[in-house]
């Protein structure tokens, strides 16, 4: 199927990580230039960009200046930028009842998961505005549907996401008349961090307990979605949702 993605300018955040990196090969494969940006990982970085025609740029999401570089090098790097997928975020720990949680912890969950998508939408929207194109896929979490008791911080940032991107489908659509904006939440991802414990019966058996599917998502399931979500022959009516890629997941187990 021809998801009209290639040729297609993408800048994906955190595409150094687990999912990430698979997001880069995917719209890479569809003949998309890919903007692989990284905090860590810069050899990894250059590797996807080597691969996929497109451009290696670091950046820490936190720092406003550094985000707006990012932006500026990604649009001169691949002589503009069609698609932005936010996906880079940070998972905390330890895992701590909200009683128990500093507000150092706080603001750093904050920053990473909600500051970091604020300042890399508004560059991209600020590019937006110059071209009249423009579509946005943000990476959130069931953590926003569900909660996540021991991580209120990163399921509140990740849940602010719905609030954000119900706000910027409205505002998009006044600088690029096709512009949308869509969120993919991910369930339990199977990936290099919690790799050592795929194995494991009981670790898997635990996550998936509220799930139809007896089984962690992958990278690539979420990849999928996101390249869906940006390809305007898939989803060219589709703006302000939240496509959940977490095999049927329904809540979480309490007790
Ligand atoms: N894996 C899962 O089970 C799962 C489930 C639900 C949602 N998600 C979401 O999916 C997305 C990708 O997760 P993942 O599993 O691929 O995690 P990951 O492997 O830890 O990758 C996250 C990426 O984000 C980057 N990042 C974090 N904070 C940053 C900052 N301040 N500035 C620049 N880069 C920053 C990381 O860079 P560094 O390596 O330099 O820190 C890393 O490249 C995240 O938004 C995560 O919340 C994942």
Redesign the pocket.
Known sequence: MDTGLAGRRVLV??A?????GEIVRAFGTEGARVAVH????ADRARELAAAYDGVALG????VEAEVDALVTGAVAGLGGLDVLVA?????PVPAVPLWEMDAARWRTTMA??LD?VFLVCRAFLRHVATTGVGTVVL?G??AARFGEADHADYAAAKAALTGLALSLKNEIVRIAPAGRVNIVA????A?D?NADRLDDDDFVRARTATMSLAKLGRPADVAAACLVLASDRLSGHVSGETVTVAGGMEGRVLR
């Open positions: 955040t955190g150094t990580g687990g999912i990430g990284h905090r860590s990982g950046a820490d999401l936190t996906n880079a975020g940070k998972y990473a998961n970091a990476v979490s069931t991910p369930g339990w991802t990936t961090r």
